[in-house]
């Protein structure tokens, strides 16, 4: 609307419960900067497709509304709107993780190669971009500290993690730099840094931690960490299809609980799992994660946000595991599982729902760490 010389947002819901928490504010402001804007807070008005809703309002110069946009910020970035149900075009054939199985069993190929068949060569040169943002949120998180903006004064961990880390060995100092990968990402997520959304932002330091810690530990190479980021990837896809990756809409199982089940399965399959073991692995990040509530505190993603993606990383690592001492074989399916995660968020109580208003975020007026 280059014609408009005022502007009008609306954050509804969850976005703004927790907008200024997640600098949606920021966004805002950064992207109007040169025009009038006033933004309108109404957490307590929830629009029916999702709760993380707002609308764009443009005004000429006599203040004559001449166009609206209502749009849903629905996870890991993506956006639809009232016209739409989906930002992108679904490009892969099978929308269940049992087909997906069945379509690997009979071609002779591997969960990696499903994706590379329905997205094509580019594919690569994608998820390599996407391991190098990664890669480089992880080494700006550990030289960093200071405490990070919002007003909680919460200190950077991630770059004394690392440092006390090479004083331990063995398995000790594997999980201590485990701890301080996830950390590094989460931080740099909190002070608005640059990261990739695996699946969304709260999550984004679960897969990346899992990956450099394989990288390190084992000397996985690049096109090692490329196919696992591709079966990552697919398993996020799933999740988000059939149900949701949205801690506004699902709680923080959709959040935290995919990020684990998509490192899980990366873990698993640079182990040399078969693809039913990759599958149990990403079952058991969902399950394992069943119910947990998305309560931040102060709106901020930072408590307990920040810790569980440490801890879901470390869940990853024992998910493998298990499934590698396994033949694969379990009851309760993946797809089974997605599809429990999705109801159970549904029925959790708003509260409890990215909205600040329950639970630990309660809990304002904390202790100095």
């Given at each position: 609307?280059?014609?408009?010389?005022?502007?009008?947002?609306?954050?509804?819901?969850?976005?703004?419960?927790?907008?200024?928490?997640?600098?949606?504010?920021?966004?805002?402001?950064?992207?109007?900067?040169?025009?009038?804007?006033?933004?309108?807070?109404?957490?307590?008005?929830?629009?029916?497709?999702?709760?993380?809703?707002?609308?764009?309002?443009?005004?000429?110069?006599?203040?004559?509304?001449?166009?609206?946009?209502?749009?849903?910020?629905?996870?890991?970035?993506?956006?639809?709107?009232?016209?739409?149900?989906?930002?992108?075009?679904?490009?892969?054939?099978?929308?269940?993780?049992?087909?997906?199985?069945?379509?690997?069993?009979?071609?002779?190929?591997?969960?990696?190669?499903?994706?590379?068949?329905?997205?094509?060569?580019?594919?690569?040169?994608?998820?390599?971009?996407?391991?190098?943002?990664?890669?480089?949120?992880?080494?700006?998180?550990?030289?960093?500290?200071?405490?990070?903006?919002?007003?909680?004064?919460?200190?950077?961990?991630?770059?004394?993690?690392?440092?006390?880390?090479?004083?331990?060995?063995?398995?000790?100092?594997?999980?201590?730099?485990?701890?301080?990968?996830?950390l590094a990402v989460s931080e740099e997520n909190a002070s608005g840094g640059l990261v990739v959304t695996a699946p969304t932002c709260g999550a984004c330091g679960v897969l990346p931690a899992v990956l450099k810690h394989y990288q390190k530990v084992y000397d996985a190479d690049l096109q090692q960490i490329y196919k696992a980021l591709a079966t990552a990837g697919l398993i996020g896809s799933l999740v988000k299809h059939n149900a949701s990756i949205s801690g506004a809409e699902v709680g923080c199982q959709g959040e935290v609980g995919t990020a684990c089940?998509?490192?899980?399965?990366?873990?698993?399959?640079?182990?040399?799992?078969?693809?039913?073991?990759?599958?149990?692995?990403?079952?058991?990040?969902?399950?394992?994660?069943?119910?947990?509530?998305?309560?931040?505190?102060?709106?901020?993603?930072?408590?307990?946000?920040?810790?569980?993606?440490?801890?879901?990383?470390?869940?990853?690592?024992?998910?493998?595991?298990?499934?590698?001492?396994?033949?694969?074989?379990?009851?309760?399916?993946?797809?089974?599982?997605?599809?429990?995660?999705?109801?159970?968020?549904?029925?959790?109580?708003?509260?409890?729902?990215?909205?600040?208003?329950?639970?630990?975020?309660?809990?304002?007026?904390?202790?100095?760490?």
């Amino acid at each position: 609307m280059p014609e408009a010389v005022r502007f009008r947002v609306f954050l509804y819901g969850s976005l703004a419960a927790t907008g200024k928490g997640h600098l949606t504010d920021v966004a805002i402001q950064e992207i109007f900067s040169n025009k009038s804007i006033e933004i309108c807070w109404e957490p307590e008005t929830f629009l029916p497709k999702h709760p993380n809703a707002l609308k764009f309002e443009a005004f000429n110069e006599t203040m004559e509304l001449i166009k609206s946009w209502t749009v849903y910020s629905v996870g890991g970035g993506a956006i639809i709107d009232d016209l739409s149900e989906l930002e992108t075009r679904n490009v892969y054939t099978l929308s269940k993780l049992e087909d997906i199985l069945n379509w690997c069993h009979e071609n002779g190929k591997q969960l990696w190669e499903f994706v590379e068949d329905h997205e094509g060569p580019g594919i690569w040169d994608y998820l390599a971009e996407v391991w190098r943002v990664m890669d480089a949120a992880i080494a700006r998180g550990l030289k960093k500290e200071g405490t990070l903006p919002g007003g909680l004064m919460l200190p950077r961990k991630s770059s004394s993690f690392n440092l006390k880390a090479q004083n331990f060995s063995g398995p000790f100092k594997k999980r201590s730099k485990l701890f301080a990968y996830a950390l590094a990402v989460s931080e740099e997520n909190a002070s608005g840094g640059l990261v990739v959304t695996a699946p969304t932002c709260g999550a984004c330091g679960v897969l990346p931690a899992v990956l450099k810690h394989y990288q390190k530990v084992y000397d996985a190479d690049l096109q090692q960490i490329y196919k696992a980021l591709a079966t990552a990837g697919l398993i996020g896809s799933l999740v988000k299809h059939n149900a949701s990756i949205s801690g506004a809409e699902v709680g923080c199982q959709g959040e935290v609980g995919t990020a684990c089940a998509m490192a899980s399965a990366a873990a698993n399959q640079m182990m040399g799992g078969t693809i039913n073991q990759i599958e149990y692995a990403a079952e058991m990040g969902i399950e394992h994660h069943l119910g947990l509530t998305c309560d931040p505190v102060a709106g901020l993603v930072q408590i307990p946000c920040i810790e569980r993606n440490a801890f879901a990383a470390e869940r990853a690592l024992a998910h493998n595991t298990y499934a590698l001492m396994s033949d694969g074989r379990h009851r309760i399916s993946f797809d089974q599982v997605v599809e429990t995660m999705y109801k159970t968020g549904k029925n959790l109580s708003n509260d409890y729902k990215e909205t600040s208003k329950a639970g630990l975020a309660l809990f304002t007026a904390l202790p100095k760490c």
